[in-house]
């Protein structure tokens, strides 16, 4: 089976400085990425991941898309999810983690409607209202220009379609902060630092500590363009996902 990924051109690299920099530091860590998020999830991502492709509404026969899709998890369960007369875009600017998801993906003949872009979440290089659905799973928080890529999806989903965004949560519980931080050193820096990756996992902590809390995410999908939006938040709060109705 001959797996479609579509490249970007070197005439539209990610120019965004900071972008650019977030970009070489997931193409670093792709070889652990799989690893690290069993590790500072204890496997519950999968679950998760589950749910978030669940609230987004996919169903049999729709055209979906999933937004920083890193090694693929989502992109092969909304491929399940919308079967053999669906089709599923999933986008990453990390060249070295779509690598990964497209040798996943020839492992198993039933994800063959999945198309590969090599694209960025600020610039998606689709028409208006082409989507039925869309996720992002832990890829808003490590996006430098956040609206700008809300707006986006909103721009290419369907009127009354949904987008569902797994991510870290940023807790208003003092207490579920302080876990969230002994997570990260005391479990996942340890063990990237048998990679050597040890630098590339602090930036972590900071990226939660820099992102939303639920009702902060909410009022950014409304600027960005949807209609609604609610956050739901699980794992003791350390984890959300919102789900926002174009």
């Known amino acids: 089976m001959d797996t479609v990924w579509r490249r970007r051109p070197e005439s539209e690299a990610v120019t965004h400085e900071g972008a650019a920099e977030r970009q070489e530091l997931f193409n670093r860590i792709a070889p652990v990425y799989d690893k690290m ?7 519950f991502h999968r679950l998760w991941k589950r749910w978030t ?6 169903k049999q026969g729709d055209k979906v898309l999933d937004v ?14 919308v079967g053999t007369n669906g089709k599923v875009i999933a986008v990453d600017f990390s060249k ?4 990964i998801a497209a040798s996943r993906q020839r492992s198993k003949s039933c994800y063959k409607n999945i198309e590969w872009f090599e ?8 028409p208006d209202s082409t989507f039925d659905a869309a996720t992002i799973g832990f890829g808003l928080r490590n996006i430098v220009e956040r609206e700008k890529a809300l707006q986006e999806m909103s721009r290419v989903l369907k009127p009354g379609a949904k987008l ?3 991510d870290f949560n940023k807790s208003t519980s003092r207490l579920t902060s302080i876990f969230q931080d002994w997570m990260i050193d005391y479990i996942v820096v340890p063990v990237v630092s048998w990679y050597g990756f040890t630098s590339e996992y602090r930036y972590l902590k900071n990226s939660i500590k820099g992102f939303f809390t639920g009702n902060e995410l ?7 363009g949807f209609s ?5 938040e699980f794992a003791a709060g350390s984890v959300g996902n919102l789900v926002a109705t174009r």
């Open 164 to 166: 569902s965004v797994l």
């Open 53 to 58: 492709v669940s609230w987004s509404g996919a």
């Open 119 to 126: 694209e960025d979440a600020v610039k998606l290089p689709f």
């Open 218 to 224: 909410e009022k950014l999908a409304l600027e960005a």
């Open 68 to 81: 920083c899709c890193g090694s693929g998890d989502l992109s092969f369960l909304l491929s399940e999810k």
């Open 228 to 232: 609604e939006a609610k956050h739901y």
């Open 37 to 43: 998020n069993d590790v500072f999830t204890l496997g």
């Open 96 to 99: 070295e983690l779509l690598q």
